[in-house]
């Protein structure tokens, strides 16, 4: 890994391969060739481009009005999901508690209320609208476990092409729905925080499409040549946006 830009909270870094025998003025003409070269972004949302509106959701108990030992046996049940390190442990918590919760009007209505565009316009991560911004002409969708109420929010703000909620196998929806259905977009952005999202990278390439993938987190990768992405950034996205805009 090498670190192209840092400050205060923000950094970037890129994978060796990227770097290889190239000098930073070189990694960033790179970046940007390829950055804008995309016919297609697909993002994630919760910790990628917001703190997770699924985990406030949770802590506020959103739905479970009437479902108090119900919501509770959930708990539960959570706690001991999480402490053991299952796999998939948040993932199939998330999906337990939406069918159990939020399969409601009056829950639906919870949500509305709480993800006004107001709300959303201020959960952002710094840099985030403004890259959205830049990628303008590339489609842009989102690709998250996450609800379609919350989901088409946080979609109908930023004016994406369209929204994938409730995904938990993103490599299939990958395969099915652009690899399928979209065979004329060959160059992809793919952004995310967790393995679900190298999940997709890994499919388009296997079909050979090409790729530029972002690592978001909350600290540097140590390793990021041995995973699928090819730049690691904050998130904190101004120092990705800064480097865009040279």
């Known amino acids: 890994m090498k670190v192209i830009s840092r400050s205060c909270d923000s950094w ?12 930073r003025d070189q990694i960033c003409n790179e970046l940007q060739k390829r950055v804008f070269s995309t016919h297609a972004w697909l993002f ?44 998939d442990a948040e993932c199939r918590m998330w999906d337990d508690y939406v069918s159990r919760f939020l399969d409601t009007e ?15 316009k201020g959960s952002f991560y710094p840099g985030v609208e403004d890259f959205c911004s830049l990628v303008e002409i590339a489609k842009k969708y989102y690709v998250t476990g996450n609800i379609s ?22 490599a299939a929806i990958v395969e099915e729905y652009f690899v399928r259905d979209r065979p004329h977009f060959q160059y992809y952005g793919v952004m ?31 390793d990021l040549d041995v995973t699928v ?18």
């Open 44 to 87: 994630d949302l919760d910790d990628t481009h917001a703190p997770s509106s699924a985990k406030l959701i949770v802590r506020k108990a959103v739905g479970t009005r009437r479902s108090g030992l119900s919501y509770f046996a959930w708990c539960a049940k959570a706690f001991y999901n999480l402490a053991f390190n299952r796999y």
């Open 149 to 170: 109420v919350v989901a088409d929010a946080y979609a109908d703000f930023l004016g994406f092409d369209g929204v994938y909620p409730n995904a938990y196998r993103k």
């Open 12 to 23: 970037v870094a890129v994978s060796d391969k990227l770097a290889k025998d190239r000098s």
């Open 106 to 120: 009056e829950a639906l209505e919870e949500l509305r209320e709480m993800f006004t565009l107001e709300t959303i």
């Open 229 to 246: 992405f090819d730049v690691n950034t904050s998130r904190d996205q101004s120092g990705l946006v800064k480097i865009l805009m040279e």
């Open 192 to 222: 995310g925080d967790a393995n679900y999202d190298a999940e997709m990278v890994a499919a388009l390439r296997f079909h050979g499409k090409s790729v530029i993938a972002i690592l978001s987190s909350n600290k540097p990768v140590e």
